[in-house]
């Protein structure tokens, strides 16, 4: 693993204490924003303001939790990332439907049903992998990038909120004070500066709020209202289990899995300069701790939780990236749980300076995102897999009647950009897999070589295989250079069967004929002897095609030769 | 594979696009001979336009540069990288050979 330049404290590194402390207060009211979820929820099911507060205090214990759970290395838990969890809106929908239906005991036993789901489903990855490639993981991070973005510029322009007097100008000039601020300190500062950028620009939009009259008197008293220590009851309603909602929370699910997916590959991407696939044990070290987190929120009387991706484009922007700052988000929210001012410091957050936090991050998931999808090749398929799914997500926001009119039993498949793009970025994968071969064969006469032709054979398998550039670019070579040096060195007596194999894991090429075998020197010819005769060229061709592969194999039987060439993928 | 030649002062700039394999090579072979065949020339051999060159680009490649070493030649290649770089390297050539990264570096680097 190769840091990267723009990381300043990667996964493994310990920073300083003050920037330990600066960065996970960073994440904690990143993270707090999302306490909103689950009090919309306790307000549906009909809390009082007393239980309400436990609620609060239970769900910032269940965020802290997460935090360190998703950052533990060793199996079977954790992705071993900066990756905390918070609320998700891919629950909100079914829990707000549960709370309705049969208030927080419902809610509470449906969120133990989705945390099991994630739970077995992190157990299944491996096989599941192929349903879920990459490029899909990449789409969900990116479509979680623009639901941010989408969302923060709604509340930095002020749409949906009661006019003010003032009309949007003070909170366009709040949100440009905030935005602009973290953007300088991000791109022109070094060192703290850069590291608690965020927090900083949350700062000075505060105060830009405070002197534009958006934070009043009537907000504070808000905060002293509250008191100062309050220790939190677990006390709930009996869970309740309810089969009419198991489809949402189901799909809830699968959603907040593949969201982890993408974050938990972010998190790799970030902290690797050599980064090249998703590693499975983090990934389904990262799924589990994501279901673990969500069923011990049912279990305590919370809603459901999911990686944060906004955080993870919080540790991109600021370059501090290390396990060490859940540490931190843990043992802050295990304080503030008990503090309730804390939390309603937290509430009264501006509209301007929430939009400009969640644009910013939104920046760096976005194209996090861009970059898993195109770190693999893309045929016309999974174009469209991509394409087509990320238009009809967008369609949920851009046009929000035509799916709210249609029946019931569809709300929960088409009630969020995310959980309507997923879907049908899974359905469609599915549907172009079925056509598409995992092991493919070309014949090769020797006295009518195309190479261009063989090129394009491997470029166009790798397209439908959603291959790495990188080991088609090696293929392809070894491909075309072994070919030419039998047709001119070994005499094939017939055509070259080719077999091309690929699965996530390895690229394997087979090359048979009935002829001599090809020489794979270890050593490389000098160079007079590649200049003295066609003989040196051969051996040369044969060295470059050994170290070209992560492994060679070459075997002669019964007049035929046969050489394997495999590469990692 | 196409090449094309151009003068510049009394440079020549050789551009060759397409692959470079045992079928091609001969053509660049004969091309590269003609131009470095008398004393005081210099070349610049501009790859930036190929996708592909296999053991017998390199074997013509690397007798072009003997000859104009002897002769006294000036014979510069540039514009290589990305998967054909990975190539030289591959073959144990980036070493081998006078490598600019531009073509006017290799103009410059020939003066």
Redesign the interface.
């Known amino acids: 693993m190769k840091k990267p330049l723009n990381i300043v404290y990667g996964v493994d590194e310990r920073p300083p204490l003050g920037v330990t402390l600066v960065s996970g207060f960073q994440h904690v009211v990143l993270m707090s924003i999302r306490l909103l979820f689950p009090l919309l929820v306790a307000r549906e099911a009909g809390l009082p303001p007393e239980r309400i507060l436990d609620v609060v205090a239970v769900s910032m214990l269940v965020m802290g939790a997460g935090a360190y759970l998703q950052s533990l290395s060793s199996r079977p838990v954790g992705s071993g990332y900066l990756c905390p969890p918070s609320f998700t809106s891919a629950y909100i929908a079914p829990s707000l439907a549960a709370a309705r239906a049969g208030g927080l005991g419902l809610v509470l036993g449906m969120t133990v049903f989705g945390g099991l789901i994630e739970t077995a489903l992190s157990r299944v990855l491996r096989p599941l992998r192929p349903f879920f490639p990459p490029e899909i993981a990449g789409f969900v991070v990116l479509v979680v990038g623009v639901t941010l973005g989408a969302l923060g510029t709604r509340n930095l322009l002020g749409i949906g909120v009661a006019e003010r007097a003032g009309g949007p100008g003070p909170d366009l000039a709040i949100a440009v004070v905030s935005l602009v601020t973290m953007v300088a300190l991000n791109v022109w500062g070094t060192g703290l500066a850069r590291v608690c950028c965020a927090l900083v620009g949350m700062a000075a939009g505060y105060a830009a709020a405070g002197v534009a009259g958006l934070l009043t008197a009537a907000d504070f008293e808000a905060v002293a209202a509250a008191p100062f220590f309050h220790f939190p009851s677990l006390a709930h309603p009996m869970w309740r289990f309810d089969a009419a909602l198991a489809l949402p929370f189901g799909v809830a699910a699968l959603a907040a899995c593949l969201r982890a997916m993408g974050d938990v590959t972010t998190c790799q991407k970030m902290n690797d300069a050599e980064w090249t696939r998703p590693s499975l044990r983090s990934l389904s070290g990262g799924v589990l701790a994501n279901g673990i987190g969500t069923t011990a929120a049912g279990l305590l009387g919370t809603i459901g939780v999911n990686t944060l991706t906004s955080s993870v484009g919080l540790a991109a922007a600021t370059g501090v990236a290390s396990r060490r700052i859940a540490h931190a988000i843990a043992g802050m929210f295990l304080g503030l749980a008990f503090l309730p001012k804390a939390a309603a410091l937290f509430a009264i957050m501006p509209r301007p300076v929430l939009g400009a936090t969640l644009l910013f991050s939104a920046a760096f998931v976005f194209i996090n995102g861009l970059q898993i999808i195109t770190s693999r090749m893309l045929d016309i398929r999974k174009t469209l897999v991509i394409g087509l799914s990320f238009m009809t997500g967008l369609s949920v926001d851009l046009h929000p009647a035509f799916f709210t009119a249609l029946p019931p039993a569809a709300h929960p498949f088409v009630n969020s950009s995310l959980v309507l793009g997923t879907v049908t970025a899974l359905l469609l994968n599915l549907v172009f897999r079925a056509g598409v071969r995992r092991t493919q064969t070309l014949t090769v006469e020797p006295g009518a ?1 195309d ?2 032709g063989i ?1 394009d054979f491997m470029e166009a398998q790798g397209a439908a295989w959603g291959a790495r550039r990188d080991v088609i ?1 090696r293929a ?2 070894n491909l ?2 072994s070919v ?2 039998i047709v ?1 060195g070994c005499g094939p007596g017939g055509p070259l069967e080719i077999q091309a194999s690929f699965d996530e894991f390895s690229l394997d090429l087979r090359v048979s004929y009935e002829g001599a075998p090809l020489e794979l020197p270890e050593r ?1 010819p000098t ?1 007079e002897e ?2 003295a005769s066609e003989e ?3 051996k ?2 044969g ?2 095609l050994r ?2 592969a992560d492994r060679v194999q070459s075997t002669h039987r019964a007049g035929r030769s046969t050489i394997l060439f495999h590469f990692d993928h | 594979m196409d090449l094309r030649e151009e003068a510049v002062g009394d440079i020549t700039v050789l551009e060759v696009k397409g ?1 470079i ?3 091609t090579a001969p053509v660049l072979g004969e091309k590269l001979t003609a131009l470095l065949g008398a004393p005081g020339r210099r070349l610049v051999l501009d790859l930036r336009q190929i ?2 060159i ?3 680009g ?2 013509i490649l ?2 072009s540069a ?1 000859r104009a070493d002897e002769a006294g030649n000036r014979f510069v290649l540039c514009g290589i990288s990305g ?1 054909v770089r ?2 030289f390297d ?3 050539f980036l070493d ?1 050979f006078a490598i600019s990264s531009s073509r006017e570096e290799g103009i410059a680097a020939v003066q």
């Open positions: 070589v190479s261009v090129t670019d392809s070579f075309a250079q030419e040096t001119d490389r160079n590649i200049i040196g060229q051969r040369l061709a060295f470059m170290r070209h | 692959r394999d045992s079928g996708d592909y296999s053991s017998a390199f074997r690397l007798l003997k998967k990975q190539l591959l073959g144990g081998l």
